[in-house]
């Protein structure tokens, strides 16, 4: 599955509550859960993962997801929904007790037609105001952490030029985001060649030179599977810049199990490193229906069971 289609799926998973069902007596209400499970890790399901046993109201899904024992949830989509949306949704979390994972710093057509690459005044401007806009949605969700991604490679340029270009923007970004105590975390794809960051080593380098707390990486471990390998390497060697993982097993991008990397090692790694932050789900179900969102679940508590 494409990262265009997560952000699109998310949108359209909310799109009638955002209008059609009340959030807020639900969101004041008070909040009793029944988890039989406690993962040692903070694995963050999306909206939409779990629709089918939860149905399509985002609170319904947040308690669901809280019943089967994960503590966090990410939302590539946030920024496209209503700050009324939002309030509520972050409301809800906090009463849950989960963490907020990622939200995309997302601007038009985002990512594959933006470039920061190219040090355009236009798409530069583009991207500060998001960033300024993401602070606001941060605040409402009690959101730490958010995407970037560069955008496409400019083959007009050097590849120095390109690279030197993106660190301005970024540390512009990250002189907005640093006094609230906000993460951007750099996410390098392997959805097409034509994006410019697609290596865990070029990811560590712009955040050594952009030099902010607020500027970081996201290790995306399907990317990073389809784009370089040796993760556990890879790994290790960029661990004081990796601030947020993502989950996705290879072929199929589907939960953990399903394809061919060992997931049970590389969270008993992560989780021996002393990682106490989010993995997101960032993956399709491998099955349909309520049997295949429980097979998720399932697959998320043996890869766990260290």
């Known amino acids: 599955m494409e990262r265009r289609n997560f952000l699109k799926n998310s949108l359209l998973s909310t799109a009638a509550v955002a209008t059609g069902t009340n959030l807020s007596s639900a969101a004041t209400e008070p909040i009793t859960v029944n988890n039989l499970r406690k993962f040692k890790l903070k694995y963050a399901p999306h909206f939409g993962m779990f629709e089918n046993s939860a149905g399509k109201d985002p609170i319904d899904q947040l308690k669901f997801m809280v019943d089967q024992g994960f503590t966090a949830m990410e939302d590539n989509g946030m920024m496209g929904r209503t700050p009324e949306l939002q309030s509520k949704i972050g409301e809800t979390m906090a009463k849950f007790g989960m963490t907020m994972g990622v939200f995309v710093v997302a601007f038009d057509n985002w990512p594959l037609s933006t470039s920061l690459t190219s040090g355009d005044k236009e798409w530069r401007e583009k991207f500060i ?7 606001e949605t941060a605040k409402r969700v009690n959101a730490k952490w958010m995407t970037v991604v560069p955008g496409n490679f400019d083959r007009k340029l050097p590849l120095g030029i390109q690279t030197s270009h993106v660190i301005e923007s970024l540390r512009q970004a990250a002189a907005i985001f640093e006094p609230h105590g906000l993460v951007m975390v750099l996410e390098a794809l392997s959805d097409t060649p034509d994006l410019f960051l697609r290596n865990s080593d070029q990811s560590y380098m712009i955040c050594k030179a952009v030099n902010s707390p607020s500027c970081k990486i996201l290790f995306d ?8 390998g040796h993760m556990t390497v890879n790994i290790d060697q960029c661990w004081d810049e990796i601030a947020y993982f993502q989950i996705g097993d ?3 991008r589907n939960e953990p199990t399903t ?38 679940v399932k697959a998320y508590e043996e890869s766990d069971a260290f």
């Open 129 to 135: 105001a998001t960033c300024h806009g993401a602070v």
């Open 221 to 228: 471990m399907w990317h990073m599977q389809r784009n370089e």
């Open 250 to 252: 290879e072929p199929g």
């Open 259 to 296: 394809g061919e990397v060992n997931y049970k090692n590389l969270f008993k790694h992560i989780h021996e490193k002393g990682y106490t932050g989010v993995l997101g789900m960032e993956h399709g179900n491998s099955g349909k229906g309520k049997e295949g969102e429980m097979a998720v």
